[in-house]
């Protein structure tokens, strides 16, 4: 067959018998890996317009193969992938395939999110979290280990838009298709894996170098904010390299990064848009702009099969990330014992902060223990 004919074969309004889709699956499979995206795209289209035609498992089967075979070629195309893998679940709704519909459902959730992994910044510098001194924080000392928290528990109920993306998609169901309906319900039930932890990362110009910033170069504010009134801490890591996990198209399907939140007041969060998940995840109004945020992102699609009760806060070991931990100035002499004891031989520094003498307005680390 030669693409002419294949071109004619698709086009044609006559439907296609068994034959005639395996000469397509025949003449694709052995010619594919010279396609252009816009190769790749136009077929697609011609086979899920077939699809519409017919109905037919054979057809519905042809498009599976041939996303796999897309996405194994073109592993990080992105757009043109989330759009294959959003019409694949379109095409079991109609097909009455529910069990393949949660699989595509679930492969879009987790590459919309990998979208934004080429920004991540990861193990270049060191990370600050301010923290209370509670139960579970001197936990996390004592395992070693970071916690994460789906976005609905952080203090401002803005963060993130994909939240309210969300809610505002369900209120409006009844305008859209069944298969639309279905996706977007799952979509939500999925979204409850998508964990988080805030930290702040930054550098400063150093003599023409970039250099890791002091906890006293932090804002004050964040004490206020975050760490209980300056009663609580804050916890300086370094991660190592293999502490992440990068996009993978085999069966590990496991998402863990750390990338800068944006800043705006004038972004639509928009699922056709490229930026979609970047806006959803990330995108925080200016006046957050002073802390400086770094989100730590993590998410199995393994675990969000639409049915498992996720985790509230679960956690990640983490051993001998933490570097230091700086006590609040108005922390308790009963919580600094507390976290002493969470130390215990660790190689961790412990300080407490204090009023700078030579700058009154601002604090300063002060080596202890």
């Not at 010619?31 to 035609?53: I, V």
């Not at 293999?242 to 004038?266: G, Q, R, V």
């Not at 099969?305 to 051993?319: A, L, M, Q």
Request: charged share 35%; glycine share 2%.
């Amino acid at each position: 067959m030669t693409k002419d004919e294949l071109d004619t074969l698709l086009d044609r309004d006559e439907t296609l018998n068994e034959q005639d889709y395996s000469d397509v699956q025949d003449w694709i499979s052995s010619n594919y890996n010279g396609f252009s995206e816009d190769e790749w795209n136009a077929y697609f289209d011609k086979l899920l317009k077939k699809f519409d035609k017919e109905n037919n498992k054979i057809c519905a089967d042809l498009i599976k193969k041939y996303v796999k075979e897309f996405h194994n070629t073109c592993p990080r195309k992105f757009v043109l992938y989330l759009k294959m893998i959003e019409a694949c679940a379109y095409v079991c709704v109609k097909s009455k395939d529910e069990d393949s519909f949660v699989k595509y459902v679930q492969e879009y959730m987790y590459n919309v999110i990998a979208q934004i992994t080429p920004n991540a910044i990861n193990h270049n510098m060191d990370y600050y979290s301010f923290r209370g001194v509670t139960d579970y924080s001197i936990k996390e000392i004592v395992d070693e280990e970071i916690s994460f928290a789906h976005p609905r528990s952080f203090n401002d109920p803005l963060d993130t838009l994909f939240n309210w993306w969300i809610e505002e998609e369900i209120k409006h169901l009844d305008q859209k298709g069944l298969h639309e309906q279905e996706f977007i319900l799952l979509l939500k039930k999925m979204s409850e894996h998508i964990k988080m932890r805030c930290l702040i990362g930054t550098v400063k110009k150093d003599n023409g170098n970039y250099v890791d910033v002091e906890v006293d170069d932090l804002p004050v504010l964040m004490w206020s904010h975050y760490a209980n009134s300056h009663k609580g801490m804050c916890i300086r890591y370094h991660f190592k390299e293999n502490f992440f996990k990068d996009y993978s198209i085999d069966n590990s399907k496991e998402l863990l990064f750390i990338i800068p939140a944006k800043y705006s007041d004038a972004i639509k969060v928009e699922r056709k848009e490229k930026d979609f998940m970047a806006n959803a995840l990330l995108l925080k109004s200016k006046d957050w702009e002073y802390e400086n945020e770094k989100r730590m992102i993590f998410y199995s699609q393994n675990l969000a099969d639409g049915e498992k009760v996720p985790n509230e806060f679960p956690t990640i070991k983490c051993e001998g990330a933490i570097k230091s931990i700086y006590l609040g100035v108005r922390c308790s002499d009963a919580d600094r014992r507390k976290v002493e004891k969470a130390i215990g031989d660790k190689n961790i520094r412990l300080y407490k902060m204090v009023i700078d003498s030579d700058k009154p307005t601002r604090l300063k680390a002060k080596r202890i223990g």
